[in-house]
């Protein structure tokens, strides 16, 4: 009796150029011809019906090579309808120089892995070296069917926002079934699993398991997320998840020190739910948060750091030359050193009747799972700086109508050029400036606010449902009390600001300075918006924890 032979998976490529056509499948042949079947096509049309028959045989496909300008349908075409029939396989556009603008654009169209410039000889140098590394990170991905959690609950309950925010920041595919709209998806649901629907959310894993009313820890746990840590030592703890926290743990891990990142509820930070990041070296037509921070976790995890979820820091200290974290459970975890990048969150609103309406109505950052749910109603944000901005430009997708709410008289003093211009240029984008919220009003959710011209004291009320705020800065760094250094807001103050006239911080030991990011406790570092008079952009928080592990090896070297 003899073995089924295993399909081998595809490379597809395809140029209306039929030599161009020759020469790519000849050099893909070449080298990856014994293990990958490479098939050749000379339209956009063409290859998608290749790809069906692919689809339909239960084969995969590991690449596609598609050329920009082709007649009918071009490269970028092709590639956004295949990924619907086969959404992990790598995408490549070939290219001429003077296309190169498109190629950029394609990377946020259709997520592109890359754009190869023609010609690419010799292909030993330009081609298969591309295509060696989109191949090994194909490999590596999980290809089987996703299953996806599903989530009951009622539109304005402020637990259900927060599963299902904590599901889409944690890259957890989900589907949301409200009760409040009739889903009878809801319903059968909750009649699969014998509940009544009085405690919700209901959350049914991949596994078919239902958890009711489920903690984040609980969920994390269940949905596959890590929470508990391999060894209780390492070289570096890294507290929190944000874009300098995942910065630290990327230099940490690609530097060789064993490393661990904890985060309180999700890595990202703010930047992580922001839906266009436009000015990030590297990403000249934008990025959104989810994707970067997907993409710095997977890095993270290639140089083998460990990312906890769920575990909430309340107190660090020193215990000789190891420096101690403790969570909220009582746990604790130790390392020779720690780097503190628990950034910001943004102020709460404190006008009358906005309190009790968290979640239902009134959230806090950009909240990108409530986009669909605006469609044709108002929405109001509140704040001036880039945040607000890009949230602007995301629900001006969705709602009918976004009003964007500034204290000030302008945007110029806060937020950048280039997305002003942005704003200015979407019909559905309102900025009212000398204004503010001060007051809102609902029963099971937000109905109506109150706005003041702080010129001119005139108030008005405005029927709203959703209202955004993007304002302030918090540290929130009350746990870290007595241990380190922190100025009168809460920041966390480092090297030369702890040194006055030339004297260290109070109880130093060590016969130097404090390194440029030490705090006053030897050892321990700070990176990102968290650090007192830090610049508060994605790219000077990710180079401030660069900077960091450079100076944890000035210190494990001296110490």
Known sequence: MTTAQVARPSILTVDDDPSVSRAVARDLRRQYGEAYRIVRAESGAQALEALREIKLRGEEVAVLLADYRMPGMSGIEFLEAAMDLFPVARRVLLTAYADTDAAIQAINVVDLDHY??????????????????????????????????????????PRSYEVRDFLARNSVPFRWHALDDADQEAARLLAAADLDGSRLPVVVTAQGEALVQPSDGELADRVGLSTTPSTDFYDLIVVGGGPAGLGAAVYGGSEGLRTVLVERRATGGQAGTSSRIENYLGFPDGVSGEQLTGRARRQAAKFGVEMLTTRDVVALEARGAARVVRFADGTELAAHT?????????????????????????????????????????????????????????FAGHARRVVLVVRGDSLERSMSHYLIEQLARVPNIEV?????????????????????????????????????????????????????????RGFVLAGPDLVADGA????????????HLETSLPGVFVAGDVRAESVKRVASAVGDGAMAVSLVHRYLEKS
């Open 116 to 157: 190869l410039l023609k010609p690419w000889d010799p292909p030993e140098e330009k081609l298969y070296p591309v295509l060696d590394e989109l191949l090994r990170a194909w490999g590596e991905t999980d290809r089987k069917p996703a299953r996806q959690v599903r989530v009951v609950g009622h539109r304005w309950s």
């Open 338 to 394: 720690v780097i503190l990048a628990t950034g910001v969150s943004y102020r709460m609103l404190e006008a009358p009747g906005l309190g009790g309406l968290t979640g239902r109505g009134v959230f806090y950052g950009a909240a990108t799972t409530e986009g669909p749910g605006c469609a044709g109603q108002d929405v109001y944000l509140v704040g001036g700086a880039n945040s607000a901005g890009q949230a602007a430009l995301y």
């Open 432 to 488: 009212s400036c000398c204004t503010e919220v001060v007051g809102g009003s609902g029963e099971s959710h937000l109905e109506s606010l109150t706005l003041v011209h702080n010129k001119t004291g005139d108030t008005r009320t405005v029927e709203a449902s959703w209202l955004f705020a993007f304002i302030g800065a918090a540290p929130h760094t009350d746990w870290l009390a007595g241990t380190v250094a922190r100025d009168e």
């Open 504 to 515: 260290p911080p109070a109880g130093w030991e060590p016969a130097r300075p404090p390194y």
